[in-house]
């Protein structure tokens, strides 16, 4: 039985293992999936854990999962004044295999819960950390926390991944934790809003994809406050969820927070904005196509969500000028550019080439080792709407854009 996780608006997605299998003696598994985006990992005593990622799973037989031999990623964790720390738990919170191929190509990423649950570790009483099994030449971005410390904000470096498998001498830095306080109002009158939800988006000049370490959501007075901040630079955004369009938009209110500090009084201000009504249709024949994962940003990170039945995305946005990219299973990607005014709705319609016909996938691959062999090994199946994977489509699209 398998379902899908809902991502949160503005960030990146959690991946939930939905199904699990062992492959049988020739190292076959098979899965039945629906369309959409799907991660396979692989766990065999003796082998690094590996996994497979498809933006959009093929029909019938793939490429084999190959597991490479195991290797480590250790290294120490400790405080602001150098000293170790006891109890810190460790774990990969991005990591990526590019076997033999390039970044202008599709890695296989492993993001969030799911490579968590795969490598993680806690520090000895040196504050030292060893996490078993990781896949020789792969890389990893790590996080660290303990009560009331979280990892520097330094260390957080998206797709800027910082280890490398077999590495020894990684160090961590936890700091106390800081804590963010404030409302969400209306611009015009003051009133307060509750139910809104609050997202500390890290400022990172570098490019990379950052996970937000944070969240929370407004009381019934508008107040909320985001405990366990690492200290560091933050965009705060206040998101509403009503369907199938948000009543309010905010801007992005930059904050900025020491270690140990509670950064109070801070106002977040909604208002109506504008609206773009997206239709997507197939360039040939002009039809609606439903279940379109479409990104839109400006200067900060993307807002997804996707088509309906009809073809047709919403999004409410503060005035200024947009770039729209869309991304579906077996079409390329396509963009366009939209205009957002205060009090007005703009009607923008994106062209995709017709995707493949057939709604329903079936995964059928063979599970090997480097050296080959038969054996039996646990396989899961990891599913996520693919809003996921258009979102890192659109941040390495913006990175290729940024080079030239």
Same mark, same amino acid.
């Given at each position: 039985?398998?379902?899908?996780?809902?991502?949160?608006?503005? =960030?990146?997605?959690?991946?939930?293992?939905?199904?699990?299998?062992?492959?049988?003696?020739?190292?076959?598994?098979?899965?039945?999936?629906?369309?959409?985006?799907?991660?396979?990992?692989?766990?065999?005593?003796?082998?690094?854990?590996?996994?497979?990622?498809? &933006?959009?799973?093929?029909?019938?037989?793939?490429?084999?999962?190959?597991?490479?031999?195991?290797?480590?990623?250790?290294?120490?964790?400790?405080?602001?004044?150098?000293?170790?720390?006891?109890?810190?738990?460790?774990?990969?919170?991005?990591?990526?295999?590019?076997?033999?191929?390039?970044?202008?190509?599709?890695?296989?990423?492993?993001?969030?819960?799911?490579?968590?649950?795969?490598?993680?570790?806690?520090?000895?009483?040196?504050?030292?950390?060893?996490?078993?099994?990781?896949?020789?030449?792969?890389?990893?971005?790590?996080?660290?926390?303990?009560?009331? =410390?979280?990892?520097?904000?330094?260390?957080?470096?998206?797709?800027?991944?910082?280890?490398?498998?077999? &590495?020894?001498?990684?160090?961590?830095?936890?700091?106390?934790?800081?804590?963010?306080?404030?409302?969400?109002?209306?611009?015009?009158?003051?009133?307060?809003?509750?139910?809104?939800?609050?997202?500390?988006?890290?400022?990172?000049?570098?490019?990379?994809?950052?996970?937000?370490?944070?969240?929370?959501?407004?009381?019934?007075?508008?107040?909320?406050?985001?405990?366990?901040?690492?200290?560091?630079?933050?965009?705060?955004?206040?998101?509403?969820?009503?369907?199938?369009?948000?009543?309010?938009?905010?801007?992005?209110?930059?904050?900025?927070?020491?270690?140990?500090?509670?950064?109070?009084?801070?106002?977040?201000?909604?208002?109506?904005?504008?609206?773009?009504?997206?239709?997507?249709?197939?360039?040939?024949?002009?039809?609606?196509?439903?279940?379109?994962?479409?990104?839109?940003?400006?200067?900060?990170?993307?807002?997804?969500?996707?088509?309906?039945?009809?073809?047709?995305?919403?999004?409410?946005?503060?005035?200024?000028?947009?770039?729209?990219?869309?991304?579906?299973?077996?079409?390329?990607?396509?963009?366009?550019?939209?205009?957002?005014?205060?009090?007005?709705?703009?009607?923008?319609?994106?062209?995709?080439?017709?995707?493949?016909?057939?709604?329903?996938? =079936?995964?059928?691959?063979?599970?090997?080792?480097?050296?080959?062999? &038969?054996?039996?090994?646990?396989?899961?199946?990891?599913?996520?709407?693919?809003?996921?994977?258009?979102?890192?489509?659109?941040?390495?699209?913006?990175? =290729?854009?940024?080079?030239?």
């Amino acid at each position: 039985m398998f379902s899908f996780s809902q991502p949160r608006r503005r =960030r990146l997605a959690e991946i939930e293992s939905k199904q699990f299998k062992a492959s049988d003696t020739n190292g076959a598994y098979e899965f039945s999936v629906p369309c959409g985006a799907v991660i396979v990992t692989a766990k065999k005593t003796g082998f690094g854990s590996g996994w497979k990622t498809w &933006q959009s799973a093929p029909m019938g037989v793939v490429d084999p999962l190959v597991l490479a031999p195991p290797s480590i990623l250790a290294g120490m964790v400790a405080d602001e004044n150098g000293q170790p720390v006891t109890n810190a738990l460790v774990s990969v919170s991005a990591a990526a295999d590019k076997g033999k191929g390039e970044w202008t190509k599709q890695p296989n990423f492993l993001f969030g819960k799911a490579a968590k649950d795969l490598f993680s570790a806690s520090t000895a009483a040196d504050g030292h950390f060893r996490i078993l099994n990781f896949p020789t030449g792969a890389q990893a971005t790590l996080d660290a926390s303990a009560p009331g =410390r979280a990892l520097r904000m330094g260390g957080r470096s998206g797709l800027q991944f910082q280890a490398q498998a077999g &590495q020894e001498d990684i160090k961590l830095i936890v700091d106390p934790t800081a804590s963010i306080e404030g409302k969400v109002v209306l611009r015009d009158s003051g009133a307060p809003l509750a139910n809104a939800q609050i997202q500390l988006e890290p400022v990172n000049p570098g490019g990379g994809i950052s996970i937000s370490p944070a969240s929370a959501q407004s009381a019934a007075d508008g107040t909320f406050r985001v405990p366990e901040v690492p200290a560091g630079s933050y965009r705060l955004i206040a998101a509403f969820t009503n369907q199938p369009i948000p009543s309010w938009v905010t801007e992005s209110v930059p904050v900025t927070v020491a270690t140990g500090e509670t950064l109070a009084n801070v106002k977040i201000e909604a208002f109506k904005g504008g609206v773009v009504e997206l239709t997507v249709v197939g360039k040939n024949d002009q039809k609606f196509i439903p279940n379109v994962t479409v990104s839109v940003y400006s200067q900060g990170n993307p807002m997804s969500g996707s088509t309906g039945p009809e073809g047709i995305v919403w999004f409410r946005l503060p005035p200024g000028q947009f770039t729209v990219v869309g991304t579906k299973q077996g079409m390329v990607q396509a963009q366009t550019q939209a205009t957002v005014a205060e009090g007005e709705t703009n009607r923008v319609k994106l062209e995709l080439e017709l995707p493949a016909p057939g709604s329903d996938l =079936r995964v059928v691959a063979k599970t090997t080792a480097a050296p080959q062999g &038969q054996y039996h090994k646990k396989v899961a199946l990891l599913l996520q709407t693919i809003v996921f994977f258009g979102i890192i489509g659109v941040f390495f699209w913006m990175a =290729r854009k940024r080079k030239r």
